[in-house]
């Protein structure tokens, strides 16, 4: 299936580990779940899925410590105080930013960020299959910094700026230093599955994180 390729950037990213409860701790680099909403972002049909194949680290890996403020509830979708009435023209205010909900909490997040997405499409139906249709569209819409919603680095005040690559993606900085570990990571829950999350352990090699290669060797199907 014909590829493509897409840089994205931002000031600031947090792709949050799984296994910390309270306190956000993000992995070393963008996360392929990440990676897979920002391409949706940018050019989603429901006859494709995106399937991404590696992500090329382009700037140096740099932690910054920040405070953050979040909510602990979130608005009810029915009842007098709900989103259903609200919209109605009914009902109580919503009240969900009120100081008994606001928490601050401590993040390490990732700072100055840019990566290099490579991924392709495959075909979920039997329906709107033309490689060269979506393939223009999508570098379409990204040329011209088109999107459904704004794409997002891992939460959604970190937006990520974004323009398609021609041609070969450019070496990366980290190219000469060791593989790096990045311990467990989620890459897709299984619907047909009861939800079940699978998990791989990719690493950063020579810059680049090999998604292809680490899902095959762990035995999860992309």
Not at 21 to 35: F, I, L
């Amino acid at each position: 299936m014909s590829g493509i390729k897409l840089k994205v950037w931002g000031e600031y990213a947090c792709f949050t580990r799984p296994e910390m409860k309270v306190e956000r701790v993000s992995y070393d680099v963008m996360t392929p779940s990440a990676a897979r909403g920002i391409l949706e972002a940018v050019y989603w049909k429901p006859s494709i899925r995106w399937v991404v194949d590696r992500i090329h680290v382009m700037k140096p890996i740099r932690f910054d410590n920040v405070r953050r403020n979040e909510v602990s509830a979130k608005v009810p979708v029915k009842g007098a105080s709900g989103v259903n009435a609200a919209m109605k023209g009914g009902g109580e205010p919503l009240r969900l930013f009120i100081e008994d909900n606001r928490q601050q909490r401590a993040a390490l997040i990732l700072r100055d960020v840019e990566y290099v997405i490579e991924a392709h499409f495959e075909y979920t139906s039997a329906e709107d299959r033309n490689d060269g249709k979506h393939l223009d569209m999508f570098n379409r819409r990204a040329g011209k910094g088109q999107c459904f919603h704004r794409p997002y680095l891992g939460c959604r005040e970190f937006a990520a700026f974004f323009e398609p690559v021609e041609g070969d993606a450019p070496a990366s900085p980290l190219a000469a230093e060791p593989a790096r570990d990045l311990g467990w990571m989620l890459y897709d829950l299984d619907y047909r599955n009861g939800m079940a999350p699978l998990f791989f352990r990719p690493a950063l090699e020579g810059g680049v994180v090999e998604v292809a290669r680490a899902l095959e060797r762990e035995g999860v199907a992309s």
